[in-house]
């Protein structure tokens, strides 16, 4: 059996100043599980990468950029290049968040498009899927979520699908307080692991790491985790606080 190494991975989201983000990094940067144990990331916003990179130099605590353009350079104004993350020495990108689709209208084809972008550059995407409310009372969930990863996964190879990590955020349960049970999120991700069957090998459904998002906290992650498909939590709101972030990594050691 492959042992899959949780990931916990913050998103800050559009929070804190530079002098937050530091005081957070200064007190997590040391106490964080060995990597061997846990994957330890931290989402910050862009405007803040290279800083974190600085402070984080020499510990397990790993960088991830909140979303990235598909295009190396270009006339893309207020876009973030891949190609300048990556050589900041941004570890991961968190593509296709359901803000992002929402909000600012990203599309399936542009997370496909940025999933190749954040390879092309040697970083590693952590690609977000998920239903609404409406979509899962409809009884639509599945062929949803399937269709997401279908879409996001064009075009990449076993390798890098092995390497990625997806992220199943039922977006009823985001920054609501409402968190799937533990057994409807693991029910969806087992859903998720089958498409990646499907659409490469049971050898890549079975190395792919898929976390879980929405409303997780220190006090019902290792409900989450002990599940038998849920490879860590992608965190908002519990993520922003030094202690809370750091219990959520103690849960997965
Ligand atoms: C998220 O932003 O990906 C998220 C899951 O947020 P929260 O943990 O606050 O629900």
């Known amino acids: 059996d492959i042992v899959r190494k949780p990931i916990i991975a913050g998103n800050w989201k559009m929070n804190k100043t530079l002098a937050e983000a530091e005081e957070f990094v200064q007190a997590v940067k040391n106490n964080i599980p060995a990597n061997d144990v846990v994957d330890a990331v931290v989402g910050a916003p862009n405007i803040f990468t290279q800083k974190l990179v600085e402070w984080t130099e020499g510990t397990d605590l790993k960088v991830a950029a909140q979303n990235s353009y598909f295009e190396d350079e270009g006339a893309f ?34 997370v496909n498009k940025k999933a190749h972008a954040v390879f092309n550059h040697k970083m590693l995407p952590i690609i977000c899927v998920g239903e609404s409310l409406d979509q899962r009372e409809a009884g639509e969930t599945n062929e949803w979520v ?23 955020e039922p977006i009823w349960a985001i920054g609501t307080g409402k968190t799937a049970t533990s057994e409807q999120a693991n029910d969806t991700i087992k859903v998720i692991r089958e498409t990646v069957q499907e659409l490469y090998d049971e050898e890549t459904a079975e190395a792919v790491r898929i976390q879980y998002g929405g409303s997780v906290k220190p006090d019902n992650i290792a409900e989450l985790l002990d599940q038998s498909d849920i490879d860590g939590a992608l965190v908002g709101g519990a993520s922003l606080e030094a202690d809370s972030f750091l219990k959520l990594l103690e849960a997965a050691d």
């Not at 990556?86 to 991961?92: E, V």
């Open 146 to 168: 399937s269709g997401q990863v279908k879409a996001a996964l064009e075009g990449l190879t076993a390798e890098q699908v092995k390497e990625l990590v997806l992220a199943y």
């Open 77 to 110: 104004t207020g876009e973030t290049s891949p190609k300048a993350l990556a050589d900041l020495g941004t570890d991961y990108v968190i593509i296709g968040h359901s803000e992002r689709r929402d909000i600012f209208g990203e599309t399936d084809e542009e």
